[in-house]
């Protein structure tokens, strides 16, 4: 029979291991990940039930093996040899396998194999917050894994969190529109956590509504939401703030209402003070920067209508001229802030690169963005972003090769491939090789005539 052990926080360490877990944190905080690996496995061992330490165990793992160049992926992990042992063997002393299992991951964070095996042991002692963080680091590291995501959500569903299971699901739909099993389990799941917290029961008894409210929900999960609808649960919502904003759900439900509305500046409020309820959940604050981004492109938008039916109104040129400006340093602002608070994460750093290019700060973004490109499942659109800003220096050549390593690795001629041969086309021009930019050009016009200007460009070389 497995162990029984409990998950702990840091208050129900022993006194005399409370300076071990300081000295971790204390590497953590100068960066010294390495070492912090090493202590915080040492902790694990006494207490592999403190979540958080898992946690920042994981987190020190990625930024070692980022900062010697990223781990040498398959398609959803690394080859662990050892792995097969290490399942036989948990299967009879599952406590005694968790270090060493440990000690593999360090190889690969992410691993698929590794994290399910981490999930399973997790399970059969009761961890199930691990089980839950095993499955979510693979659904981190590797959002295209949809197999390890279907098992996600499975857990969250035999676990009564239809909200989180919901979220996975649109995320496997995200990877794969084709999945009808996500796209079914998606709705299910928001009908289910929508009825959770209205107050029915597992009976299907209301417990707060009527039947006829409860109908109304069902359908408003199938269906969406009209208008008339958000507006009627914005005001709800509304209401249920006014008597406690400190309630995570309904500040968070009211942040989703007013972006189904397109109400930017609403939801940036909400989206936001729900970070701060959170105690720093990056996925509040990253959707209250987008909220915020959004708002400012719909003023750029208005007011760019309003310039363009009164092109001579100086007073709108420089209200246009300003807000561009400061929603370009604005981004850089918020991409800064989402590097610092999460400097591992390859896709933020991208976010960080772009916006300092659109700042025109070409040198800055280059070594974010070359950090992004080990992040493969945005690797092609960082290799694209990253040509452009060489040509913006003036480094030709440099920036010939990312698009030409970018373009090597699409092998289907879809819009993405498309961009990247017309940009490498217009380089090659900028170089003065006619050739190789009408090689480019040609690839574009044999499969699609009318692709920007490329077949007056091409036409001209038979003229």
Not at 25 to 30: D, E, G, K, L, Y
Not at 253 to 262: F, N, P
């Given at each position: 029979?497995?162990?029984a052990?409990t998950?702990?926080?840091?208050?129900?360490?022993?006194?005399?291991?409370k300076?071990?877990?300081?000295k971790a944190?204390?590497?953590?905080q100068?960066?010294?990940?390495?070492?912090?690996?090493?202590i915080?496995q040492?902790?694990?061992?006494?207490?592999?039930?403190?979540i958080?330490?898992?946690?920042?165990?994981?987190?020190?793992?990625?930024?070692?093996?980022?900062?010697a160049?990223?781990?040498?992926?398959?398609?959803?992990?690394?080859?662990?040899s050892?792995?097969?042992k290490?399942?036989?063997?948990a299967?009879?002393?599952?406590?005694?396998?968790?270090?060493?299992?440990?000690?593999?991951?360090?190889?690969?964070p992410?691993?698929?194999?590794?994290?399910?095996?981490?999930?399973?042991?997790?399970?059969?002692?009761?961890?199930?917050e691990?089980?839950a963080?095993?499955?979510?680091?693979?659904?981190?590291?590797y959002?295209?894994?949809?197999?390890?995501?279907?098992?996600?959500?499975?857990?969250?569903?035999?676990?009564?969190?239809?909200?989180?299971?919901?979220?996975?699901?649109?995320?496997?739909?995200?990877?794969?529109?084709?999945?009808?099993t996500?796209?079914?389990?998606?709705?299910?799941?928001?009908a289910?956590?929508?009825?959770?917290?209205?107050?029915?029961?597992?009976?299907?008894?209301?417990q707060?509504?009527?039947?006829?409210?409860?109908?109304?929900?069902?359908?408003?999960?199938r269906t969406?939401?009209?208008?008339?609808?958000?507006?009627?649960?914005?005001?709800?919502?509304?209401?249920?703030y006014?008597?406690?904003?400190n309630?995570?759900?309904v500040?968070?439900?009211?942040?989703?209402t007013?972006?189904?509305?397109e109400?930017?500046?609403?939801?940036?409020?909400?989206?936001?003070?729900?970070?701060?309820?959170?105690?720093?959940?990056?996925?509040?604050?990253n959707?209250?920067?987008?909220?915020?981004?959004?708002?400012?492109?719909n003023?750029?938008?208005?007011?760019?209508?309003?310039?363009?039916?009164?092109?001579?109104?100086?007073?709108?040129?420089?209200?246009?001229?300003e807000?561009?400006?400061?929603?370009?340093?604005?981004?850089?602002?918020?991409?800064?802030?989402r590097?610092?608070?999460?400097p591992?994460?390859?896709?933020?750093?991208?976010?960080?690169?772009?916006?300092?290019y659109?700042?025109?700060?070409?040198?800055?973004?280059?070594?974010?963005?070359?950090?992004?490109?080990?992040?493969?499942?945005?690797r092609?659109?960082?290799?694209?972003?990253?040509?452009?800003?060489?040509?913006?220096?003036?480094?030709?050549?440099?920036?010939v090769?990312q698009l030409?390593?970018?373009?090597?690795?699409?092998?289907?001629?879809?819009g993405t491939?498309k961009?990247?041969?017309?940009?490498?086309?217009?380089?090659?021009?900028?170089?003065?090789?006619?050739e190789?930019?009408?090689?480019?050009?040609?690839?574009i016009?044999?499969v699609?005539?009318?692709?920007?200007?490329?077949?007056?460009?091409v036409?001209?070389?038979?003229?």
């Amino acid at each position: 029979m497995s162990e029984a052990i409990t998950e702990i926080q840091e208050s129900d360490l022993s006194p005399q291991d409370k300076p071990l877990w300081t000295k971790a944190s204390n590497a953590v905080q100068v960066g010294n990940h390495g070492y912090a690996v090493t202590i915080i496995q040492a902790v694990l061992k006494e207490y592999p039930g403190f979540i958080g330490a898992r946690r920042i165990l994981r987190q020190c793992m990625i930024a070692e093996l980022n900062k010697a160049g990223g781990v040498k992926k398959g398609m959803f992990g690394s080859p662990i040899s050892g792995l097969s042992k290490l399942a036989s063997r948990a299967k009879k002393e599952p406590l005694a396998v968790l270090p060493d299992l440990e000690k593999e991951l360090t190889k690969d964070p992410g691993n698929d194999a590794a994290n399910t095996l981490l999930h399973d042991i997790a399970l059969s002692l009761g961890l199930t917050e691990t089980a839950a963080f095993a499955l979510e680091t693979v659904r981190e590291q590797y959002p295209d894994n949809t197999k390890s995501l279907h098992k996600l959500a499975d857990y969250y569903l035999s676990t009564d969190q239809p909200g989180k299971a919901a979220e996975v699901y649109n995320d496997i739909v995200k990877a794969d529109p084709t999945d009808s099993t996500a796209i079914k389990g998606a709705k299910d799941s928001t009908a289910k956590a929508s009825m959770k917290q209205g107050g029915w029961g597992g009976d299907g008894g209301p417990q707060k509504k009527s039947q006829e409210e409860f109908e109304q929900l069902e359908a408003a999960s199938r269906t969406g939401l009209t208008r008339e609808q958000l507006e009627a649960k914005r005001d709800r919502l509304a209401g249920e703030y006014a008597e406690d904003s400190n309630n995570m759900r309904v500040v968070r439900d009211l942040a989703d209402t007013y972006e189904q509305l397109e109400d930017w500046a609403n939801a940036a409020v909400f989206y936001d003070w729900a970070f701060q309820l959170s105690a720093g959940d990056v996925s509040l604050q990253n959707k209250a920067s987008e909220m915020k981004e959004k708002d400012a492109e719909n003023q750029l938008v208005t007011l760019r209508a309003q310039l363009a039916a009164d092109p001579e109104n100086a007073e709108l040129k420089a209200q246009v001229e300003e807000l561009e400006k400061v929603k370009i340093s604005g981004g850089v602002i918020e991409a800064k802030a989402r590097v610092d608070q999460n400097p591992t994460d390859p896709k933020l750093r991208y976010e960080y690169g772009k916006a300092l290019y659109a700042a025109g700060e070409y040198s800055e973004a280059i070594p974010h963005l070359q950090q992004a490109t080990r992040n493969p499942h945005i690797r092609i659109k960082v290799l694209l972003l990253l040509g452009q800003t060489f040509e913006k220096k003036g480094m030709l050549d440099l920036a010939v090769k990312q698009l030409t390593d970018a373009n090597s690795e699409l092998t289907v001629m879809d819009g993405t491939k498309k961009d990247i041969l017309y940009n490498l086309g217009l380089i090659h021009d900028k170089k003065g090789d006619a050739e190789a930019a009408l090689e480019c050009f040609k690839t574009i016009y044999e499969v699609d005539y009318g692709y920007r200007d490329v077949a007056p460009r091409v036409e001209a070389q038979y003229q």
